[in-house]
């Protein structure tokens, strides 16, 4: 049974810092694209990025592009956060997929994966 845990969320204020981590139990993600995905309050679930299992190319969208890196060493997937802000307040979710995303663009669609963590919550004051 794949277990997904996400860990590192916290409060912080606007332009603050957190590193958040995926961690599975039951899975490698050593050789898995990996999603970051985020539901802030009362909007809809949106993709912030993911990483290439082929190279670990990273995706970013817009709003998160030079404030956001996402890393893996060994079989953790990390999520560097820096200059957060406000709008970045929002329960953070890692995603695996259980057959391999063969198409990139496609991890930055939720139903390409099936096996999800419960979140960690990150809150950024002004």
């Known amino acids: 049974q794949v277990h997904v845990e996400e860990s590192g969320g916290g409060s912080v204020q606007s332009g603050g810092s957190l590193r958040l981590a995926c961690e599975t139990s039951?899975?490698?993600?050593?050789?898995?694209?990996v999603g970051w995905f985020r539901r802030a309050p009362g909007k809809e679930r949106e993709v912030v990025s993911c990483?290439?299992?082929?190279?670990?190319t990273p995706d970013y969208i817009d709003s998160v592009k030079g404030r956001f890196t996402v890393s893996r060493r060994q079989n953790t997937v990390y999520l560097q956060m820096d200059n957060l802000k406000p709008e970045d307040t929002a329960i953070y979710y890692c995603?695996?997929?259980?057959?391999?995303?063969?198409?990139?663009?496609?991890?930055?669609?939720?139903?390409?994966?099936?096996?999800w963590g419960q979140g960690t919550q990150v809150a950024v004051s002004s």
């Open positions: 995603a695996v997929p259980s057959t391999p995303i063969l198409v990139f663009s496609q991890c930055r669609q939720a139903t390409s994966y099936e096996y």
């Open positions: 990483i290439s299992s082929h190279d670990d």
């Open positions: 039951g899975f490698v993600l050593k050789y898995d694209t």
